[in-house]
């Protein structure tokens, strides 16, 4: 037998970092999940016992707290960077750093119209992700992403024309509810340095908000004709906003909303036009994904 591949470290690695502006007294927060993987010489801590090359996954642990206090925590691509990179500096034997941070919400709460100095509320269990592979050979890979988004719309969603044979039951619709929890990605062109991260580093803030605004808007207004060709206009146009991004991918499921049928009750009309009461399903649920590329 031969180790075919290998990588560890600590996984569910919670952080909370506070910045007080002190001028304003004003606080904010950022909260986080970290995971952190290496990859390097360390076959022989698999294959022969040889702890010598094992960075404990402890002291990565620690290494997390230690970048959190080192650099900044905002945006998570910058924070991702340097944490990566540290492993390869101190390390000669280590040669890549697998990188997963998740950003829980936390909005600041608006008292009588006015945003509070230091009180916050979860609005949702939307995230924002970043997933950084740090490689003494090959630089550093950023994948960005928004995941659980839940949205919903009433109507403004049609599936119709496709394939009819002895297979289909369903029926053609031009008006539906579309709802689905958004996973969104956008791949950004290889950083040879953190200083190239670092260069230019309000890129990462503004392809979030792009992202997320454009999926909303997308979303809410287009006449959609398939999760298809929503999840595609999306993927446009964030690669339009987004010069660095090299690739965008949604992965969206199709949450169905049935009609019930209500006429075995008094003869009460609640299919097609009529319909106003659903039974939303957990399951089963359509799955649409797709990858857009620059050209
Ligand atoms: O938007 C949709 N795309 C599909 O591929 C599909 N299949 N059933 N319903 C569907 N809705």
Redesign the pocket.
């Known amino acids: 037998a031969r180790l075919a591949a290998a990588r560890y470290g600590k996984d569910n690695v919670r952080v909370y970092k506070v910045h007080k502006d002190e001028a304003t007294g004003t606080q904010s927060v950022t909260e986080m999940t970290v995971c952190c993987l290496l990859e390097g010489q360390i076959e022989t801590s698999y294959t022969e016992a040889d702890n010598g090359v094992v960075v404990a996954t402890d002291s990565i642990k620690n290494t997390i707290y230690i970048k959190a206090k080192e650099h900044p925590v905002n945006p998570p691509e910058l924070y991702a960077a340097h944490l990566g990179q540290h492993f390869l500096d101190k390390y000669p034997h280590i040669n890549v750093a697998n990188i997963k941070v998740i950003v829980h919400r936390w909005t600041r709460i608006n008292i009588d119209g006015k945003p509070h100095p230091h009180s916050f509320y979860r609005d949702g269990n939307e995230t924002r992700n970043v997933e950084a592979r740090i490689s003494r050979e090959a630089g550093i890979e950023l994948k960005s992403a928004i995941q659980g988004l839940s949205v919903l719309k009433s109507t403004g969603s049609a ?1 119709h024309g ?1 394939v009819r044979d002895e297979y289909t039951t ?1 029926g053609e619709t031009w008006d539906r509810i579309l709802s689905t929890d958004v996973d969104a990605t956008w791949t950004w062109k290889t950083f040879a340095t953190v200083a190239d991260v670092e260069k230019g580093v309000e890129r990462f803030d503004q392809a979030f908000d792009a992202a997320r605004n454009i999926t909303l808007k997308t979303f809410a207004e287009d006449e959609s004709a ?3 060709n929503t999840m595609y206009k999306m993927c446009e146009e964030i690669l339009e906003k987004a010069a660095e991004v090299e690739l965008v991918g949604y992965s969206l499921p ?1 949450k169905h909303y049935f009609e019930v049928d209500l006429s075995w009750h008094k003869g009460y009309k609640n299919t097609g036009k009529d319909a106003e009461v659903y039974a939303p399903q957990s399951g089963p649920n ?1 799955l ?1 994904k797709c990858e857009v590329a620059r050209s």
């Open positions: 599936f496709f369903l398939s999760v298809q199709n359509g649409i």
